[in-house]
């Protein structure tokens, strides 16, 4: 397995003016770039740069700034299959010679990343590439881009980064993978991460949910009460159902039972007997009306484990072909499990829970809610409802993604579950 540095390093380095490489995801570009703040470059930069990449320099901007620097699209209509944001290629108007030396470039990079500068400072077109990153960074668009934008701003520099794709030495005519880039990076002393740990840093350490509203929620369980989130970057509504005082008797939020229940339409809201989501929700709200205080959590956009729903319809046609619920989702090009539970652990601390016992047969989703702040005191299984059209469901479910299943057994001999 490759290995990888920290995001802290990778961060000080950034402020510090050194490059590092950034490597996304092998089934997006699979390329490792070399990365430095615009603010920082410099002859030497630009120069090493060049030397090791395919030398289409580009200096990723926050749209604020686009548009400040009068940085239209380069084409109306973007073709580029990864979405990658081109706008007019510019130079600095003034203090250059051509344009093309890592003298002139550099100093056109600094002009982009400089806060008083304007559109007028610069000439079109020229030998640097600007694009622009998508609002919410690596959280909206896994990119290069978004990459360098959210290193800068991390860095606590102006929010525009240089990028270039790193060259095989090894494969001439080839861009350099992961285990090349290794090399590359130890060889010149340069932190090397990848945009997933850089995905999850940010989603560990910053808040990205905001609190909308709070209703009573009269249910057949009795009353909750139901407080809205929305995740800043997505826009996507969550909503905890919350019963009794949350802060319970020693006031400090402990051994909360909580059950993050994730969104399905099918099964939560038609009543769908492929799976059993829906009894798990029902179950859920009774187990924590009983107990008088608790919460659950109903995560949407985890409709089919994260992969949307129409995905989760091409899926059930593959099951009625034959395959099982993780091969489905396999032959469908998309994860087994997509699911995040990042945004769940912020919501579960901002309503004040610092321990909780979780209810769940999945082990996946404690391994998920880990390292938020959260103390995950007890496993408490949620209670088996089988029929035969989710058996062979709830076989995968125990059998390729460890599920514990209590009474799965019993039902497959004969026996009522």
């Not at 525009?160 to 350099?176: L, R, Y």
């Not at 590359?184 to 002393?189: L, M």
Request: proline content about 4%; aromatic content about 4%.
């Amino acid at each position: 397995m490759t290995r990888f540095d920290s995001i802290e390093r990778a961060v000080a380095d950034i402020a510090a003016g050194k490059a590092v490489v950034v490597v996304d995801d092998e089934d997006r570009e699979n390329e490792g770039d070399l990365i430095f703040a615009a603010e920082k470059a410099t002859p030497e930069l630009v120069a090493f740069m060049v030397r090791y990449t395919s030398g289409y320099l580009c200096v990723p901007l926050d749209g604020d700034d686009c548009d400040r620097l009068g940085l239209p699209p380069m084409f109306s209509s973007n073709q580029d299959k990864h979405g990658t944001a081109y706008t007019v290629t510019v130079d600095a108007k003034e203090g250059i010679g051509t344009g093309i030396s890592a003298s002139d470039r550099a100093a056109t990079m600094r002009l982009l990343a400089d806060p008083n500068s304007g559109a007028s400072d610069f000439t079109r077109p020229g030998h640097v590439v600007p694009l622009r990153a998508k609002e919410g960074g690596v959280l909206r668009r896994p990119g290069h881009t978004e990459a360098a934008v959210d290193l800068a701003r991390m860095a606590d520099l102006r929010p525009a980064g240089v990028i270039c794709e790193i060259v095989s030495q090894k494969d001439e005519g080839h861009m350099a993978q992961t285990d090349e880039l290794r090399v590359f990076a130890d060889d010149h002393n340069l932190a090397m991460i990848s945009i997933a740990d850089l995905i999850a840093w940010r989603r560990k350490h910053e808040k990205h949910v905001v609190r909308i509203a709070e209703a009573r929620i009269p249910t057949n369980h009795g009353e909750f009460k139901a407080v809205g989130y929305q995740s800043i970057y997505d826009e996507v509504e969550h909503v905890a159902l919350v019963r009794g005082d949350l802060a319970g008797p020693d006031g400090d939020g402990s051994d909360v039972l909580v059950r993050v229940h994730s969104e399905c339409l099918t099964g939560d809201v038609f009543g769908s007997l492929r799976c059993d989501c829906g009894p798990q929700l029902d179950a859920a709200l009774d187990m924590v009306a009983q107990e008088g205080r608790g919460v659950v959590l109903y995560m949407r956009g985890h409709e089919g484990r994260g992969i949307g729903l129409m995905h989760k319809l091409q899926a059930y046609q593959l099951q009625d072909a034959g395959s099982d619920t993780v091969d489905a989702n396999l032959e469908l090009g998309l994860p087994a499990d997509a699911r995040d539970y990042g945004i769940g652990a912020q919501i579960l601390v901002d309503l004040g829970i610092s321990s909780m016992r979780l209810l769940t047969n999945n082990p996946a989703k404690r391994v998920g809610l880990d390292g938020y702040g959260l103390q995950i005191t007890e496993r408490v299984p949620m209670p088996l409802r089988a029929n035969a059209e989710n058996l062979t469901y709830l076989r995968t479910k125990r059998d390729r993604m460890g599920h514990d299943l209590i009474g799965l057994d019993d039902f497959e001999t004969g026996g009522a579950v």
